[in-house]
């Protein structure tokens, strides 16, 4: 017997109303549909009016009505807390729906009811209209699938670097990430690859940098990374790990990856910062700064002009990621341990100058 045949049908109400007036036990009309005996008493209670005979039409609305009244209650439903800080956590900050349970796990840790995991956000948003969450929520996802699906896959190039500069010969300290001033970059590219927006990512804070491109050649890249990492304290501009030519079918003004590579070393010597390239098809050797472009493609989708994103725009969407808590970093946003960082650094600066001038 399936589930389904374990509850009445209207057909079996209605043969027990006629077997009930015709004046058949219970055992009898058990008998009959192949039912206990005690599954038809209690048929016939849910049932009885007041002037006690049976209906079958109230016996199924009883029937329902003790049937909703047994499921378990949904945690997000409209009006609740727990909804109105999922909704405006996943659209006006931008935040993953894991990101959201677990400062709700953070928020209220005695208190199971409150919240939520990031699969009951991910089952409320795709089980419409179930779930009772707009399709807005949907386009606010990092990705806007309209079903759980496979990752997309990206292209990758290869180049020429010199040898010295493979990453393979990169210290252990910046693999491990041990110290912060590590930086992983690239580029994201606008439409038909005439436009582009540079993104740095430290390492060990995941703390976001985006530059905007006067142009889209080598020189701009080399002029717009300056300008933003000069703004960081020469503590923090210690190496940079670049992808190794991503896109080698852009050909817009005459921009390659080679280009690119040849200014290199103006790069580290204006910003005294060591270059490192990664092998070629492995992004994952950028794995930070290959995240972080996915997250930022919400807001720059492919077939976008971005000559048109202006500084000012570039600096409040890093800083909508920076203030956005993330897993690796034990739900502490990347501005926080950038800010712990700096605070490390300058309390030991600060203990050598007292030892150096005996204070």
Not at 63 to 73: F, P, T
Not at 155 to 177: C, D, F, K, T, Y
Not at 346 to 355: L, M
């Amino acid at each position: 017997m399936d589930r389904r045949s374990k509850h009445l049908s209207s057909e079996e109400r209605g043969v027990i109303f006629a077997e009930h007036n015709r004046g058949s036990s219970q055992r009898s009309i058990g008998g009959l549909l192949g039912r206990p005996a005690s599954t038809i008493c209690r048929e016939l209670a849910r049932g009885r009016q007041e002037d006690g005979r049976y209906c079958p039409q109230g016996g199924r609305l009883v029937y329902g009505v003790r049937r909703e009244r047994c499921r378990r209650q949904r945690k997000l439903t409209q009006g609740s807390a727990a909804y109105r800080f999922v909704h405006d956590h996943l659209i006006y900050h931008r935040w993953s729906p894991e990101q959201i349970a677990h400062k709700l796990r953070l928020m209220k840790p005695d208190n199971p009811i409150a919240r939520v995991s990031h699969e009951t956000i991910y089952a409320a948003i795709y089980a419409q209209p179930r779930g009772g969450l707009k399709a807005a929520m949907i386009e606010a996802l990092r990705q806007a699938k309209p079903a759980r699906g496979l990752k997309r896959t990206t292209l990758a190039g290869s180049a020429m670097v010199p040898e010295s500069l493979r990453i393979i010969h990169r210290p252990e300290e910046i693999e491990a990430r041990l110290v912060p001033g590590h930086w992983e970059g690239d580029l994201i590219k606008g439409a038909f690859n005439r436009s582009s927006v540079g993104t740095l990512v430290e390492r060990k804070t995941r703390f976001v940098v985006l530059c905007k491109m006067d142009g889209n050649g080598a020189a701009a890249v080399l002029d717009s990374f300056t300008r933003q990492m000069k703004r960081l304290p020469l503590a923090l501009r210690k190496s940079m790990t670049y992808d190794r030519g991503s896109d080698p079918l852009m050909v817009c003004e005459q921009t390659t990856a080679g280009q690119w590579m040849a200014c290199h070393p103006e790069l580290s010597r204006r910003l005294k910062i060591d270059i490192w390239f990664c092998d070629p098809h492995a992004p994952w050797q950028r794995g930070s700064n290959e995240n972080t472009n996915g997250l930022l493609r919400q807001f720059m989708p492919k077939g976008t002009d971005l000559s048109d994103a202006s500084q000012t725009w570039l600096n409040d969407l890093a800083a909508l990621m920076n203030n956005r808590p993330r897993k690796t970093l034990g739900w502490r946003t990347p501005a926080e341990a950038m800010a712990d960082e700096i605070a490390a650094f300058k309390s030991t600066v600060g203990s050598i100058r007292n030892s150096v001038y005996g204070v």
